[in-house]
C-alpha cells in the first residue's frame, strides 16, 4: 500500500485548508521564515510563504525571495521558497483565523494574476515560447520532465511561461527574454 504524502505532518487536504494562515518554518541552519502559507507544491515538496514587511525583518539567506518592493514599508512584500530537505520544522498557527488572507489577496499581493490559463494552455504556451527561441536560434534546454525553460545557460523561465517568471542576473539576456514573452503574450491575445 502506498504512503499518504505528508508535509511535516500535515496532510495534503490539511495544507489546501490552510492556505493564506500564518506559518512558520525553521531551516536546518536555524533560521526561522515566518509569514503566510502560500502553498506547498506537493510533487518538489516546496514550500511557500507569502511575507509582508512585518515578516522581513530578516530575510534568510539561501532561501529565494521574490517580490516587489519600494521605499514603503507597508507594501513590502516577498514569496519565499524552500525545499522541504532544507526544513527541520515546520507549523501552521493554529489561531490564525483573524489573521488569515483570502488566495485571491495573497495571488493580488505577490502580483500573480489568475488567468494564466489551463495547465494545457500553459503546455502550449511553454511550445510556443520554445518554438520562438528555436526559430531565433538562440540555444534552450527543456525536458517533459523539467518544467524550467533553460535559455543561455543563463535565463530560466518558469511555469506559467509569464514575463514576471524569468529568472536571470544578465540584464541584457532578462531584458531581452521578457521582450519575447511579451511578444508571445501579445500574439496569444490576438489568436484569443
Known amino acids: 500500500m502506498a504512503q499518504e504524502w505528508s508535509f511535516f505532518g500535515c496532510s495534503l487536504r490539511h495544507v489546501h485548508s490552510q492556505l493564506g494562515s500564518r506559518c512558520q518554518a525553521t531551516l536546518l541552519n536555524g533560521k526561522v521564515v515566518s509569514g503566510h502559507l502560500y502553498n506547498v507544491d506537493p510533487e518538489t515538496e516546496t514550500l511557500f510563504i507569502l511575507q509582508t514587511s512585518n515578516d522581513q525583518q530578516n530575510h534568510v539567506p539561501g532561501t529565494i525571495a521574490a517580490g516587489p518592493r519600494d521605499n514603503s514599508k507597508d507594501s513590502v512584500r516577498a514569496m519565499v521558497a524552500m525545499r522541504k530537505p532544507f526544513i527541520s520544522e515546520f507549523h501552521i498557527a493554529d489561531d490564525s483565523k483573524n489573521d488569515k488572507l483570502e488566495l485571491d489577496e495573497m495571488d493580488a499581493m505577490a502580483h500573480i494574476s489568475p488567468q494564466v490559463g489551463s495547465v494545457a494552455e ?71
Open 122 to 192: 500553459i503546455k502550449a504556451r511553454k511550445g510556443r515560447l520554445v518554438a520562438m527561441l528555436q526559430s531565433k536560434r538562440i540555444p534552450v534546454e527543456t525536458t517533459d520532465e523539467d518544467a524550467v525553460i533553460h535559455i543561455l545557460h543563463c535565463a530560466h523561465v518558469h511555469p506559467p511561461y509569464l514575463p514576471s517568471t524569468i529568472g536571470c542576473q544578465n540584464s541584457v539576456v532578462r531584458d531581452r527574454v521578457e521582450s519575447m514573452l511579451q511578444d508571445l503574450q501579445a500574439a496569444e491575445m490576438t489568436m484569443e
